[in-house]
Nanobody, 119 residues
Framework: EVQLVESGGGLVQAGGSLRLSCAAS????????IGWFRQAPGKEREGVSC?????AVKGRFTISKDNAKNTVYLQMNSLKPEDTAVYFC???????????????????WGQGTQVTVSS
């Protein structure tokens, strides 16, 4: 059974940091791209980053992976209130590719972890 379990969310003040984790099981970790998405209340789910093999999408937050632990991390620094959202990880049986931010290309999803940034 495929499972993606996010953790590490919480309440943090603006300017603070959080590191989210996505623990994967039930599939060959190296063969899959792992993406991070977020969804704020009343908004569409949006892509944050993606990693596959040694390739990672560069953005405001830093994505990394530990193959020995089948875990992908999202290091979030200098957080802002607008970063408040539920953060999800998702797995795709391919590389991230140029369309990594599209939700429909992912095969599996986690249940999400809440991140709240106070001003």
């Amino acid at each position: 059974e495929v499972q993606l379990v996010e953790s590490g969310g919480g309440l943090v003040q603006a300017g603070g940091s959080l590191r989210l984790s996505c623990a994967a099981s039930g599939f060959t970790f190296d063969d899959y791209a792992i993406g991070w998405f977020r969804q704020a209340p009343g908004k569409e789910r949006e892509g944050v980053s993606c990693i596959s093999g040694s390739d990672a999408v560069k953005g405001r937050f830093t994505i990394s992976k530990d193959n020995a632990k089948n875990t992908v991390y999202l290091q979030m620094n200098s957080l802002k209130p607008e970063d408040t959202a539920v953060y999800f990880c998702a797995a795709r049986g391919d590389r991230c590719g140029s369309r990594w931010f599209r939700r429909v290309i992912y095969d599996y999803w986690g249940q999400g972890t809440q991140v709240t940034v106070s001003s």
